[in-house]
Structure formats: C-alpha cells, structure tokens
C-alpha cells in the first residue's frame, strides 16, 4: 500500500464548556467514512470512555457528539495533513499540525491527552513549542494496540475524570 495524502475532513469537536481535549494523530480510513472520531468498530475508544465515565456505550455519531458534550470533552487531532499508508501511524510523512491555540482559546481546556505513542510525539514536536501546554500520553485505543489490555486502557483513561467532574 502506498502512502497517499490526507487532510483532515472534518473539524474540531469542543465549545466553550469544554474542560479536556483529546488528540489522536488523524483520522483513520473509518473515521473519514463515518465523518467522526474513531469511527473503526473495533477501536475501543468509547466503549471505555464510556466506561471511566459510567456512561452507556455511545453508538451513533450524534449520541456520541450529545456524549463528549455531556463530559465537557473536546476532540481534535494533532495533525491538520499527512502523507499516511492507511491506518498506520508509524507510516505517517510530512506532517502539518492543527493549531491547539483555536481551542485554547475558546475553552477552559484544563488537560489534554494524545491517544497513543505517535500522537504524543507528534504532538510534542509540533504543537508544543506554539501552545506551550503539555499533553499526557494514553496508550491507544487502536486494534492494533492489541498488546494493552482492556483494564490497562481503563486504568489510563480514568485520569480524565478528574478533568471533566
């Protein structure tokens, strides 16, 4: 599979209430077709959010929209475009970062997180130095994290409670 240009299709989700912002790289083939975050039905990202958060599992774009709202929690991605084989975040060239500062300055973002290895190092390289506010590294949610457990991710992912409370 080649690596193919992609530029992120779908815009920031937070409003003014929102307290956490979540990054992932950018949106996976799935998430582009559904038009939303972790879109891919295998990814486990809301079912344990969800879970930390003693929600039921959101299932439809707009129930996880009413969702993230609800939690005061903001998604976005750390990368505006990228040349990217598929899915595979190790594949990623050329990146070009979103602004954080959009959001930082429209929200009381008291945390932010990157889902996973790539996104944390990215975000690292190319957000920090503009925005000046760290980022807590989660494991990722991906299938292909098959190594982490279940009860890993939602030992990590719990510290987001004590943002959005």
């Known amino acids: 599979?080649?690596?193919?240009?992609?530029?992120?299709?779908?815009?920031?989700?937070?409003?003014?209430?929102?307290?956490?912002?979540?990054?992932?790289?950018?949106?996976?083939p799935k998430s582009r077709e559904q038009g939303f975050y972790y879109g891919h039905p295998q990814n486990r990202f809301w079912?344990?959010?969800a879970d930390v958060?003693?929600?039921?599992?959101?299932?439809?774009?707009?129930?996880?929209?009413?969702?993230l709202k609800r939690n005061h929690i903001a998604l976005w991605d750390v990368l505006e475009s990228c040349e990217i084989k598929g899915a595979s975040d190790v594949s990623i060239r050329n990146?070009?970062?979103n602004d954080m500062n959009r959001i930082l300055q429209a929200?009381?973002?008291?945390?932010?997180?990157?889902?996973?290895?790539?996104?944390?190092?990215?975000?690292?390289?190319?957000?920090?130095p503009e925005c000046g506010v760290e980022a807590v590294r989660l494991p990722s949610t991906s299938p292909a994290n098959c190594g982490c457990s279940y009860e890993k991710l939602r030992k990590?992912?719990?510290?987001?409670?004590d943002y959005v409370r």
């Not at 193919?4 to 003014?16: I, N, Q, R």
């Not at 929200?107 to 920090?128: S, V």
């Not at 990590?156 to 409670?161: D, E, R, T, V």
């Open 95 to 97: 990146a070009r970062p």
């Open 47 to 49: 079912k344990v959010l």
């Open 53 to 67: 958060l003693g929600e039921e599992f959101p299932q439809t774009v707009e129930e996880r929209k009413r969702f």
């Open 107 to 128: 929200a009381d973002i008291r945390a932010i997180f990157a889902t996973g290895a790539k996104a944390a190092q990215l975000y690292k390289k190319l957000c920090f």
């Open 1 to 28: 599979m080649e690596a193919g240009l992609v530029t992120h299709e779908f815009d920031a989700f937070f409003d003014k209430d929102s307290r956490v912002l979540i990054l992932g790289t950018i949106p996976s």
């Open 156 to 161: 990590a992912y719990s510290q987001i409670c």
